[in-house]
């Protein structure tokens, strides 16, 4: 990187090669813009600052070919549920430069203007989410709804014929030109990540049938699995100490599991069993995967929802953009949101017996389509936009997690919560 310059060489003595150095020195530092195909995302310079990390279980996907392979991963599973529920995934079989092509994919489609965004903006009003988000758009502005103003993000559905008319629709042009690259990809996760882990959970499970999530998990049924892309934008300090120092307050996601290609820029936080809030190491080459809300209620609680938060970067990479490439699993729509039968394990563990004394839900388990549809309404209201403020202005630094009082809400006969 070139020195500032501030002023010429005035010295009598100055020789001709530092006045040349001052006319070719630029006025202002240069600043690598990563996400583009010159500068990979990945390359970012991680943060050198001191932070109390997460310990996370590590599954190499690579063994659950070899021989005791998935019950190895499935114990190693089975350590990550006592710790946060988070884990890392490495060994997937996506080269690397295939998820940095979706970072600049990603980077592309956030960089055009507003108008040209808002074209491809989401179907909100009937709780749709594939397509545009972000806080410019004239929908939550008309409807008085709060967004935070630095998050973006793009949606895009399964390459099912179920998706068609939404994928004619949500396909700006960085998209539009990488196409089958980006469809690629989706079914590469699904086929390479999602698969594998399914299976897991039902060695994990004890479950007679090994296929029995993947069953339910059918990538050319309809479901509302998707991938996302999404940005945080770097903020002043005085935006971030008004926001509490954070991007997004704690809280849990909705589907089974999600899925987040390495990001460099350290910001995602989980919360530990011992309620404390511990920072998520961005490991070279691997994805961090969290339980979500579906799961546990699919295994009463023993597979349980991971709780994070977003915090503003280290001050080493606080200048920087977040971008963010993630996948959401979801089951089928049919499938019923209702524990998982003949599990040795829920039944060692006393959940069925615990269930089946508790007050079940008027006209019986609802679907995941009905569930998913629900909650996405729920997150785009106005009153959903008033409650994340306030979490957010109760925020403040804690190192420790609780629920936020008074900032829980019922969806679809469910109990949703956020945290501090």
Known sequence: MSPIATSAPTDETSTITQKL???????????????????????LPETTEDLPWADLITLELSKFDEPGGKQFLANQLKEAV???????????????????????????????????KAKHQADFANGGYNGYTGADLDYFKSQGIERRKNVEVFNLPKWTADFEEEHKNYRPKPVQDNIEAIEKFG???HNKVI??????????????????????????KRSEDHLRYMKYAARSDAENQEAKELYGAGHTDLGVVTLL?????????????????????????????????????????????????????????????????????????????????????????GIYAREAQAVKPEGGPITVET??????????????????????????????????????????????????
């Open 21 to 43: 150095a001052y006319l070719l020195t630029p006025s202002k530092e240069e600043v690598i813009r990563y996400g583009t195909a010159e500068h990979p995302y990945s390359t």
């Open 82 to 116: 006592k710790l946060t529920g988070f884990f890392y995934i490495t060994s997937f079989g996506i080269p690397q430069e295939e998820v940095d092509a979706q970072f600049s994919f990603a980077k592309q489609v956030f960089d055009l203007p507003i108008e040209t």
């Open 187 to 189: 079914k590469d996760v």
């Open 195 to 220: 698969i594998p882990l399914l299976v897991v959970l039902a060695v994990v499970l004890e479950l007679e049938d090994e296929q029995y999530f993947v069953k339910r998990h059918v990538y050319e």
């Open 261 to 349: 290609f390495r990001q460099p820029v350290a910001a995602l936080q989980v919360l530990g069993k011992d309620s404390k809030w511990r920072w998520v190491k961005p490991i070279p080459g691997s994805i961090s995967a969290n339980f979500a809300d579906t799961i546990q209620l699919l295994t009463g609680r023993f597979l349980p929802s991971s709780i994070h938060r977003v915090h503003v970067p280290p001050k080493d990479q606080a200048q920087f953009d977040r971008l963010g490439v993630l996948y959401f699993v979801r089951p089928n729509n049919d499938v019923l949101v209702e524990l998982v039968p003949n599990s040795p394990v829920l039944e060692r563990e």
């Open 371 to 420: 569930w998913v549809k629900a909650r996405q309404q729920h997150l785009f209201s106005k009153a959903q936009g008033e409650r994340y403020k306030k979490v957010i202005e109760s925020n403040g630094q804690n190192e420790e997690g609780t629920v936020a009082r008074g900032q829980t809400a019922t969806v679809a006969g469910i109990e949703v919560k956020y945290y501090n």
